[in-house]
């Protein structure tokens, strides 16, 4: 039984999911898969474990508990808060397992994890036997983890069930676009039972722009936030661009705008002495609203300008959620005379993956009384959580990904038009509680030229990570595989190479037709060193430098470095523009003492040789002495939630380590001291052997000729120059041969962690 409060209670009887519970219990009492598609918002993810809870999926005898896997961590987190508090029950019993962290104990029943978090977990048992149910959360993201499990899955739930441990799965998504999952009859012979929940959607007028602006598009966003804050009606607005540097400058320009209070304080809580005021303001607009908002017909989601009119295009979208809908255009109410009161405050919240936590839960918070909320969001917005009493919506209608070149494997992160369904979502969440508006800051003939759908990332990345994990799962022929959607044939072939190379996997007989070779490059099986590298919770590169890594008393050095170097950015972005003159000072400052340090901790000597992933353990070593602390960060030039997972990752590994090898018996040092010479020379070797074919060459004299090729680096797979960048500790020295970590295209195409490679 479960004991919620009384408002709890009353908001979860408004989700439309609630209405579905009995079909939902009663289809999983009869069926093994089961698919859910709902409009973000309508209660899934909070709602669904507690059904199976309350039926007594995670209580009976010798059953497991209620899994559910989200793509994002964020989500993971917030999710199991949010229902432990829906539950009234403790995070020991509601909890959730993320890369680094967790608060499981043995009383979890419902338990919140990220996919690669399960994925590992299958390596440990494939059957899964601690679950009782498995949920597959926000499916139509498409991320790789999810779509490998629902492959896995697909196998694992017949066994458990033939086994007599009878197990469900339940896959999970925010549109209806499943058919990748439910007309794949390699994955499920008889398709799964497909559970429609009618979200109760209110109509969002959309209004394109009739140019689109190519450059300036967060001007253009701020530019329509302020226009919609003072001449539209009361309603949250929410505003999606691409990245947190964005977002972090829309909220310090917006707030400037229109200052919280005098000063610009960001924190709402505060009663406000001029709330009275506020509170006067809001009733008077309130008034006005009902005047002010233009007809809008329920049944309408999705409109196009009729002088644009492009009916055939909108119909061709194919996305049932968007429900065929009859092209009407609401007027544009920023272009009715009636106006908003600009003196209502606005309260402006960030909201992306990197947030803290706590952060975070702010904008699920009601603001300050008579204050408008505006949540300047990255794509998490988008389907993973939902913002309370939206009703604008400003989209930019872009998106940062990254992405990989799969031949030269060199990644860039672009900033690109999103799909025609991403932007569908977006609009979606200004009608959760009443009808709204969405602003496209683009025209309709170029969302007309959206994709329709986003791309199953599985297919825009490189896979070594992914077929190493499954062939340590015995899964030999990885093409056979049952993907949702499956990667290349080229990707899966390079991913195999690079194993083989690596001496994860062992090398196909060079014999036989030349049809049984192909076949063979595509099943070659795990070593025992690649099943020690599965282990290790890091790409395959980086896991075989762990397993180098005992010889020589060098492992905690390796720990280390593979720890800085499969975080994201460990420095602080100081070459960023500063926003006043004041900051720009400070910024110079902050450089000259990062450059400093950078220098210091680049060593001297042989220690130079190594390169950045010195500068990387010199950093790590620093701040692990200085007791890792947000000061030490700050001071240096260190991004401190890098740092805190550098730290996390560290030990982690180090027990990934024992646990493979128990008698080198490897440890945290907090006070490690810098590899000596010898060691250095060692940790080169080390590194090469996992960067191997990521060789650079200096240069030669007939290229120098060229402007372009001077100070430049020559790989095997590009034509054009690669650099060192000159924040590298490796940009003065210009070594002959060198590894790189990766190549990311910016301004150019720059080597990031390099370290030199002795000549033979
Ligand atoms: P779905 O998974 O279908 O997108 P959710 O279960 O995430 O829907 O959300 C259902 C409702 O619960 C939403 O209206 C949302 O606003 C509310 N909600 C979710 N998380 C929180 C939270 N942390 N605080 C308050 N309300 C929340
Ligand atoms: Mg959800």
Redesign the pocket.
């Known amino acids: 039984p479960v004991n919620r409060l009384p408002e709890i209670q009353e908001?979860r009887l408004k989700?439309p999911?609630l209405a579905e519970e009995q079909v939902i219990m009663e289809a999983v009492r009869e069926n093994p898969f089961i698919v859910i598609c709902?409009?973000?918002?309508?209660?899934?993810?909070?709602?669904v474990p507690q059904f199976l809870y309350e039926a007594g999926y995670a209580s009976g005898s010798g059953s497991g508990i209620i899994g559910i896997t989200e793509p994002r961590r964020v989500a993971a987190v917030?999710?199991s808060?949010?229902v432990a508090k829906e539950m009234n029950l403790s995070t020991r019993v509601v909890s959730y397992q993320i890369r680094y962290e967790g608060n499981v104990t043995g009383d979890t029943k419902i338990k919140f994890m990220t996919d690669g978090v399960l994925l590992k977990e299958i390596q440990k048992d494939f059957l899964l036997q601690r679950y009782s149910v498995i949920i597959i959360?926000e499916a139509h993201e498409r991320s790789v983890y999810t779509d490998i499990l629902i492959g896995l899955l697909s196998r694992i739930v017949p066994l458990r069930n033939k086994k007599g441990l009878p197990m469900k799965l339940l896959v999970?998504s925010?549109t209806l676009r499943v058919e990748d999952f439910t007309e794949n009859t390699k994955l499920f012979r008889t398709p799964p039972l497909v559970i429609k929940v009618e979200a109760r959607q209110f109509p969002v007028s959309i209004h394109f722009n009739k140019r689109t602006p190519m450059d300036d598009y967060t001007g253009e966003v701020f530019q329509k936030t302020c226009k919609i804050h003072r001449m539209l009606p009361p309603g949250g607005i929410l505003v999606f661009l691409t990245g947190q540097a964005e977002v972090n400058n829309l909220c310090r320009q917006l707030r400037q705008a229109f200052p919280f209070r005098r000063g610009n304080t960001t924190n709402g809580e505060d009663e406000d002495a001029d709330t009275s005021e506020a509170m006067r303001t809001f009733k008077k607009t309130k008034q006005k609203k009902t005047v002010s908002l233009p007809r809008i017909d329920l049944d309408n989601y999705s409109a196009l300008p009729v002088d644009e009119g492009d009916e055939d295009r909108d119909a061709g979208i194919g996305d049932e959620d968007y429900g065929g809908s009859d092209l009407e255009f609401g007027d544009d109410p920023a272009s009715t005379e009636v106006k908003a009161d600009p003196s209502i405050p606005l309260y402006v919240l960030p909201l992306y993956s990197l947030l803290d936590p706590e952060q975070q839960?702010k904008v699920?918070r009601p603001p300050p009384p008579g204050a408008r909320l505006c949540v300047v969001a990255t794509n998490v917005a988008e389907?993973s959580?939902?913002?309370?009493g939206i009703k604008y919506v400003v989209d930019c209608g872009r998106v940062k990904k990254r992405f990989y070149d799969r031949v030269t494997g060199v990644s860039s992160f672009k900033i690109s038009w999103t799909s025609q369904a991403s932007a569908n979502q977006r609009a979606g969440r200004a009608g959760?509680t009443e009808p709204g508006h969405c602003y496209r800051l683009y025209s309709s003939a170029v969302f007309g030229d959206f994709s329709l759908f986003s791309e199953a990332e599985i297919t825009r990345r490189p896979v070594e990570d992914l077929v190493l994990q499954m062939k340590d799962l015995n899964i030999d022929k990885v093409v056979n595989f049952p993907f949702p959607t499956s990667p290349s044939t080229e990707a899966l072939v390079a991913a195999e190479q690079l194993l083989v190379s690596l001496g994860a996997l062992k090398e196909p007989p060079r014999s036989g037709s030349v049809k049984q070779m192909e076949l063979a490059r595509l099943s070659c099986p795990i070593t025992p060193l690649g099943r020690a590298m599965a282990s290790f919770p890091v790409a395959p590169r980086y896991a075989k430098m762990l397993a180098l890594g005992q010889q020589q008393d060098c492992l905690p050095y390796v720990i280390a470095v593979v720890a800085a170097m499969t975080v994201r950015e460990i420095f602080e972005d100081l070459d960023r523009t500063a926003a006043s003159e004041d900051e720009s000072v400070k910024l110079a400052q902050r450089r000259a003492r990062l450059n400093q340090m950078r220098r210091l901790w680049a060593g001297q000597g042989a220690s130079l040789l190594l390169g950045d992933l010195m500068v990387m353990l010199g950093a790590v070593g620093a701040c692990e002495f200085a007791g890792c602390t947000p000061k030490f960060c700050e001071e240096n030039g260190l991004r401190y939630k890098a740092m805190v997972e550098i730290r996390r990752l560290r030990g982690q590994l180090t027990n990934a380590v024992n646990s493979v090898c128990p008698e080198v018996g490897v440890f945290v040092d907090p006070k490690m001291a810098p590899p000596t010479e010898h060691q250095v020379v060692c940790l080169r070797q080390i590194v090469l052997a996992g960067l191997g074919d990521h060789l650079a060459r200096r240069a030669q004299a007939e290229d120098i000729l060229d402007q372009k090729w001077k100070m430049a680096y020559r790989t095997p797979l590009l034509d054009d120059p690669v650099f060192i960048h000159p924040h590298s500790a490796l940009f003065k020295t210009l070594p002959e041969f060198l590894v790189y970590q990766e190549i990311m295209e910016t301004t150019k195409m720059y080597m990031r962690g390099v370290s030199a490679v002795e000549a033979e």
């Open positions: 908001a989700l999911v709902g409009e973000t918002g309508s209660g899934k993810t909070t709602q917030s999710m808060q949010r959360d999970m925010a839960a699920f389907t959580l939902t913002i309370p959760r």
